[in-house]
């Protein structure tokens, strides 16, 4: 049994604010463990429910934010950026039999701690056939294509209830109560991990690949907080204006989104000037 961790990092025990997830903050260094414990407890339960491999992929920033050292030594880790699948990469290779998302969030435009979708700011929603879409469900979606479950989701209260809409039957583990999309009610880190085990170690029994779902095509639409972002995301082939301050495009399949969708956040991330945005 091989299961992959997509391990986010906003979603974490502890973490409740943009300096937290800032890569070379102070707030940053410090939530680091808290995130890499996080993510050891998950792979500590798979394997105490009988996984024989955990590949943990960072989807965070940079991708480079667990501490490697604090992790079980059976565990490997793809770390860094430019990745064909992004946050779900090791996925393709037809050897996964469950993913879990570690350190999740909701999405843009919605209530949850740190809530957004790929950027931090600038987008202010995004719908998947019409249906309001977290990182989560995006990622869900690529994972339905290769036949892998989603078998474990953990962040704070409401990315449980968002993971609910696209992975039933999941094992959620809530690891802070939302207050606000900076503040939370936080739970220590060894109660987090405790809990964390546990819950991976009952996800490892849905486990098994089942049979791909060809759920195409896509109509993924984005809505920005600026007129000129919607702008320069119809660069992209494809993509074209579908509304005031929006832009939308169709794949084929989940794969093709989720690559265009990287390629239209990098677009309008270098479109964003530092003081209006």
């Not at 989701?153 to 207050?179: E, F, I, M, S």
Request: net charge negative; aromatic share 8%.
């Amino acid at each position: 049994m091989k299961i992959l961790v997509s391990a986010d990092m906003e979603g974490a025990t502890g973490v409740t604010w943009p300096a937290d997830v800032l890569p070379g903050t102070p707030q940053w260094e410090r939530c680091r463990s808290l995130f890499t414990s996080d993510v050891n407890a998950a792979a500590l339960g798979f394997y105490d429910g009988g996984a024989d491999e955990v590949l943990v992929n960072e989807a965070h920033w940079t991708m480079r934010n667990l501490l490697l050292e604090q992790l079980d030594d059976r565990v490997q880790m793809i770390t860094g950026r430019h990745k064909s699948l992004s946050m779900v990469e090791g996925i393709q290779h037809g050897d996964v039999d469950a993913v879990a998302f570690i350190g999740y969030h909701t999405g843009a435009g919605t209530e949850g701690v740190l809530a957004h979708t790929f950027l931090a700011n600038s987008i202010t929603g995004v719908w998947v056939n019409g249906v309001r879409a977290s990182e989560g469900l995006l990622n869900a979606h690529v994972a339905a294509e290769y036949g892998v479950p989603v078998v474990l989701v953990t962040g704070d209260d409401l990315t449980c209830v968002d993971a609910k809409g696209y992975a039933p039957d999941a094992q959620t583990v809530a690891v802070k109560d939302y207050v606000s999309r900076y503040a939370a009610v936080c739970r220590t880190p060894t109660r987090t991990a405790a809990d964390i085990r546990a819950a991976a170690k009952e996800a490892a029994g849905l486990a098994g690949r089942y049979t791909p779902v060809e759920g195409g095509p896509f109509t993924v639409e984005l809505e920005f907080d600026a007129e000129h972002l919607a702008a320069a995301a119809t660069v992209v082939p494809g993509t074209a204006p579908s509304g005031e301050r929006r832009v939308a495009y169709t794949s084929a399949t989940m794969y093709e989104g989720i690559r265009t969708f990287k390629a239209v956040t990098t677009i309008v991330s270098s479109a964003v000037e530092e003081q209006y945005g």
